[in-house]
């Protein structure tokens, strides 16, 4: 299971938990040996419960979540088609569960900052769901091309910076919006939940008085454990 979250600064906000089966998508993968982009089969429309199982399934095959593939996806009336090269991290099931939320909420007029924007599934929705302006962050300016990619090809015309930088060691700002995928299984740290923790704990270095925190993360990262965090932050949990 996946919840997301969305923490306002300073007096109200709310707390949806969704079930990851609650949307669907269009995917389409092969794992064909070779280097660059990669599609197979018709396009199929899939429950994303079962997308999950399917990413796990790649996952067990390739050795990690790295493999080139074309990524197709619905959310709501937003339709994508990704290129997502070899090295680029592939959507996940707490992405895809994220990117439904966000395709339900309206960024009109708003600076918003992603951290991680991998392929750019989220950047896409928040061009999209109507951010004035967007700032994108990945760790190695080559991941950046990625997404400046996939906005080409789906002619995105949002005034966008593509920042490298460290998780949450952002130098610009501050933001109305911030939104997240925590790494967590595959965080490489010792205490799986540092950038939960951290995320939580620096939010406000990035955002605007009254601004909103938008992150997913696994019930096994103790959920109750991350609104009383953001609760003693000074945040409102709805």
């Given at each position: 299971?996946?919840?997301?979250?969305?923490?306002?600064?300073?007096?109200?906000?709310?707390?949806?938990?969704?079930?990851?089966?609650?949307?669907?998508?269009?995917?389409?993968?092969?794992?064909?040996?070779?280097?660059?982009?990669?599609?197979?089969?018709?396009?199929?429309?899939?429950?994303?419960?079962?997308?999950?199982?399917?990413?796990?399934?790649?996952?067990?095959?390739?050795?990690?979540?790295?493999?080139?593939?074309?990524?197709?996806?619905?959310?709501?009336?937003?339709?994508?088609?990704?290129?997502?090269?070899?090295?680029?991290?592939?959507?996940?099931?707490?992405?895809?569960?994220?990117?439904?939320?966000?395709?339900?909420?309206?960024?009109?007029?708003?600076?918003?900052?992603?951290?991680?924007?991998?392929?750019?599934?989220?950047?896409?929705?928040?061009?999209?769901?109507?951010?004035?302006?967007?700032?994108?962050?990945?760790?190695?300016?080559?991941?950046?091309?990625?997404?400046?990619?996939?906005?080409?090809?789906?002619?995105?015309?949002?005034?966008?910076?593509?920042?490298?930088?460290?998780?949450?060691?952002?130098?610009?700002?501050?933001?109305?919006?911030?939104?997240?995928?925590?790494?967590?299984?595959?965080?490489?740290?010792?205490?799986?939940?540092?950038?939960?923790?951290?995320?939580?704990?620096?939010?406000?270095?990035?955002?605007?008085?009254?601004?909103?925190?938008?992150?997913?993360?696994?019930?096994?990262a103790d959920v109750p454990r991350s609104i009383r965090m953001m609760e003693e932050c000074g945040m409102t949990v709805g």
């Amino acid at each position: 299971r996946s919840y997301w979250r969305r923490a306002i600064r300073p007096k109200t906000g709310y707390l949806a938990p969704r079930t990851p089966g609650s949307g669907t998508l269009q995917f389409i993968e092969s794992c064909t040996e070779g280097s660059g982009y990669v599609q197979g089969g018709p396009r199929s429309t899939i429950p994303s419960n079962r997308y999950g199982r399917m990413m796990r399934s790649l996952t067990k095959r390739h050795g990690d979540n790295l493999y080139p593939a074309l990524f197709r996806a619905q959310f709501g009336s937003h339709e994508m088609s990704l290129d997502v090269p070899a090295g680029v991290w592939n959507p996940t099931p707490h992405g895809v569960h994220l990117g439904n939320v966000l395709a339900e909420v309206d960024f009109s007029g708003e600076h918003v900052l992603e951290i991680g924007t991998g392929c750019g599934v989220h950047a896409l929705l928040l061009a999209w769901q109507g951010a004035a302006r967007l700032t994108l962050t990945e760790i190695e300016a080559a991941l950046l091309e990625t997404v400046r990619h996939n906005f080409a090809k789906h002619k995105v015309d949002t005034p966008t910076e593509y920042v490298v930088a460290d998780w949450v060691h952002i130098e610009c700002g501050p933001f109305d919006t911030v939104v997240t995928n925590p790494p967590f299984a595959k965080s490489g740290k010792r205490y799986r939940r540092y950038f939960i923790d951290t995320l939580i704990l620096d939010a406000h270095k990035l955002l605007k008085p009254g601004g909103r925190l938008i992150f997913v993360q696994s019930s096994m990262a103790d959920v109750p454990r991350s609104i009383r965090m953001m609760e003693e932050c000074g945040m409102t949990v709805g």
